[in-house]
């Protein structure tokens, strides 16, 4: 694994396996949310950003951020200083960069990347730099023209309101991300080990992905050491040495059941980390992720 501090590290990483490693496999790891990688691991370098410097700047409202930030470290200290508007990162696991390429957040709690995205810069395989304004984006539900993509965010830039412009206060604020934890205890299985939505949800006019899923009657249905959860039908959890072939056939099984009795195809939301060989054998299940 290689742990880049910021850009300057993380385009030599690139120039080397554009150069000696050409050829080689590599994947990129924000925080590691949303990802189960295959069991028979990864014959690949994985670049993870997790090990990021702190790189945050907010000047009268415009916050810029480091791709490998963690958000709830970034939204807790614009709260301090009195700015708000990216209230979901209070909630969200993951970095910045990643939060970008899915445009993370919820309805219920603070919106989305989208509604106060300026601007991000990114790093391509070969080392090219490039920028993207909101107009370049092409935002939709957990998605984005980056989605699926080589390049790499390495800051990206958002604007931000002050508290209490709308009512809020820094205090209040670090309440209700606080309250919207405890409602996250309550509504999924925190308390196993999970990667989070499986499956994106459809959209209109179809309810969400979990729902489809608790209609069918599939909630604790198991797997080997994978189950899908008793609380909220859109997570697997893992009781005990799941592997990742138990979490492919759950995956299927959601999959095909949600499709023959509503005729709703389901994405995953969950990245699949694995060899060439075992991507192109799944490639039905992950077609649309790529």
Known sequence: MVFPSGGEE?????????????????????GGANVFADSRGFDGVVISLSRWAWDFALEEGLLTVGG??????????AARRGWCGVDFMG????TIGGAVCINAGTHSEGGFVADRFLWAETLSPDGQKHRYEAADMGFGYRSSRLLGGREIVTRAAF?????????????????????????????????????GSTFRSPG?????????????????????????SERHGNFIVNLGGASSG???????RMRDAVRERYG????????????REERERERDLFLNDE
Do not use: S
């Not at 709703?264 to 060899?275: D, H, I, S």
């Open 204 to 228: 209109a006019p179809h309810p969400p992905a979990g729902k489809l899923i608790d209609e069918l009657g599939m909630k604790g249905l198991r797997v080997g050491g994978a189950q899908i």
């Open 10 to 30: 993380l385009a030599a990483a690139l120039g080397v396996l554009a150069g000696p490693a050409r050829g080689a496999e590599w994947a990129v790891l924000g």
């Open 246 to 252: 138990d979490i492919l056939a759950l995956m299927r």
């Open 159 to 195: 604007q931000l309101v002050r508290c209490e412009e709308i009512g809020k206060t820094p205090e209040g604020l670090i309440e209700t991300f606080e309250g919207w934890m405890a409602a996250r205890q309550r509504k999924f299985p925190m308390d196993l080990p999970n990667f």
């Open 91 to 94: 909630v969200v696991p993951g």
């Open 264 to 275: 709703v195809t389901l994405r995953p939301e969950v990245r699949y980390l694995a060899n």
């Open 68 to 77: 490998g930030v963690n958000m709830r470290e970034v939204v807790v200290e």
